[in-house]
């Protein structure tokens, strides 16, 4: 009958740590392929979102939806909502599927049953007919680049009520905020560092802008 041996305590320990070593290095890879493929999904919401403002103007003689401000405040972006939902398949491409990573600091970015019902989503339309200065007065706890002073002072404050004749490099949506980085807590959606943006143009296609989104906003 031939003996049998089982692990020593040296043999298991030594597994164990393979283990450990192997899924050290496999959690980052695996995390950057979520990400990859929540940055996917992002831009094919953009695209989506570009294609239902385009057949929005298709039937409201080519002007594109409009809404109050280019970002989430108690008047938006019910709106828009409104104006877009009828050629959307669901409510549910009208947020980046890593907003809720940052749910702790921008609350009504995430799809919740409650910003669903009211208006609050997770892009931004750049075509709105209000003054950007009056997005959220007075000045948030939080600051965005786009919802203050930014685009008041690209657009020396003036709305920006869009229509199909604008030229194609016109950004149509956005991402919030450039991806939404915190930085400082350690967050960075889509691995992606602060200033870069997922931008959906005038001509409907979509671009992921590694560097400073500002440089190159039109």
């Known amino acids: 009958m031939a003996n049998r041996r089982g692990f020593t305590l040296i043999e298991l320990l030594v597994v164990i740590g393979i283990i450990s070593i192997l899924s050290g290095m496999l959690f980052p890879v695996v995390h950057r392929a979520r990400e990859a493929a929540r940055k996917t999904t992002c831009i ?15 039937d409201y003689d080519e002007w594109l939806p409009c809404d109050y401000y280019a970002c989430n405040s108690s008047t938006t972006h019910m709106r828009l ?3 877009i939902k009828p050629y959307t398949a669901n409510m549910d491409i009208m947020y980046c599927p890593s907003t809720p990573k940052v749910a702790a600091f921008m609350p009504d970015f995430s799809p919740t049953p409650e910003n ?5 989503i997770g892009y931004y339309c750049f075509s709105f007919d209000r003054k950007p200065s009056t997005v959220d007065p007075p000045k948030p706890e939080y600051s965005t680049w786009i919802s203050w002073a930014f685009l008041r002072a690209r657009l020396k404050d003036k709305p920006r009520v869009m229509r199909e004749t604008w ?8 991402d919030a905020w450039c991806k939404l980085t915190r930085v400082n807590h350690g967050i960075a959606l889509h691995d992606s560092h602060r200033g870069s943006i997922n931008i959906c143009y005038m001509d409907g296609h979509v671009k992921f802008q590694g560097g400073r989104a500002r440089d190159v906003f039109k």
């Open 116 to 120: 669903k019902a009211a208006g609050n």
């Open 81 to 83: 909502v409104r104006q």
């Open 44 to 58: 094919s919401n953009l695209r989506q979102l570009g294609m239902a403002a385009h057949m929005y103007s298709q």
């Open 167 to 174: 030229d194609s490099d016109y950004w149509l949506w956005s």
